[in-house]
T-cell receptor, first 116, second 110 residues
Framework: AQTVTQSQPEMSVQEAETVTLSCTYD???????LFWYKQPPSRQMILVIR??????QNATENRFSVNFQKAAKSFSLKISDSQLGDAAMYFC?????????????FGAGTRLFVKA | DAGITQSPRHKVTETGTPVTLRCHQT?????MYWYRQDPGHGLRLIHY???????DKGEVSDGYSVSRSKTEDFLLTLESATSSQTSVYFC?????????FGPGTRLTVT
């Protein structure tokens, strides 16, 4: 069975600086998707970024980028120029590319604090 | 937000009472999901549906049942609520390549 591990329960960053959130996963599959979701205090789950495993190029969305290391089964999220609005819980997630109900497996989350 | 609403948004109930949570979507998504979110566990899948009357169990299905009689509605029932079911419950749909989530329901079982 696939698992997703986020080893940092909490992280903090100074406003305008860069922070990297770590995620590792375990799978025997070769084709899959990886995601980072953001959950602000409003509780709404917001998709931040998606990475397809077959793509070697790291995904980027504005200030958010990932470092996808397939062989190491690592998928970290880098937030550049951190803003107060980035303070939230961040979840790393995995989904097999096969149908299998399109079920998504989530890590335990990392709470990010942003200091003014 | 993929047109997903959940009701109620908050509920307090007593141990042993039945509880039904409703997820409603307006965009005709085939796949729908129920998750629970607990500190230290992230989101864990309870049940999911792949069509009307088609459902399957997830990782933490014990004590929960679901029904889907219409495409737009996916119901989660706790037949006899227990304190261990105090949690935040999220409904989600699958669209494109990823899941989109409803606003969540905070359930407290006293």
């Amino acid at each position: 069975a696939q698992t997703v591990t986020q080893s940092q329960p909490e992280m903090s960053v100074q406003e305008a600086e860069t922070v990297t959130l770590s995620c590792t996963y375990d799978t025997s599959e070769s084709d899959y998707y990886l995601f980072w979701y953001k959950q602000p205090p409003s509780r709404q789950m917001i998709l931040v970024i998606r990475q397809e495993a077959y793509k070697q190029q790291n995904a980027t969305e504005n200030r958010f980028s990932v470092n996808f290391q397939k062989a190491a089964k690592s998928f970290s999220l880098k937030i550049s120029d951190s803003q107060l609005g980035d303070a939230a819980m961040y979840f790393c997630a995995y989904r097999s590319a096969g149908t299998g109900g399109f079920k998504t497996i989530f890590g335990a989350g990392t709470r990010l604090f942003v200091k003014a | 937000d993929a047109g997903i609403t959940q009701s109620p948004r908050h509920k307090v109930t007593e141990t042993g009472t039945p509880v039904t949570l409703r997820c409603h979507q307006t965009e005709n998504h085939r796949y729908m999901y129920w998750y629970r979110q607990d500190p230290g566990h992230g989101l864990r899948l309870i049940h999911y549906s792949y069509g009307v009357k088609d459902t399957d169990k997830g990782e933490v299905s014990d004590g929960y049942s679901v029904s889907r009689s219409k495409t737009e509605d996916f119901l989660l029932t706790l037949e006899s609520a227990t304190s261990s079911q105090t949690s935040v419950y999220f409904c989600a749909v699958f669209s494109g390549h990823e899941q989109y989530f409803g606003p969540g329901t905070r359930l407290t079982v006293t």
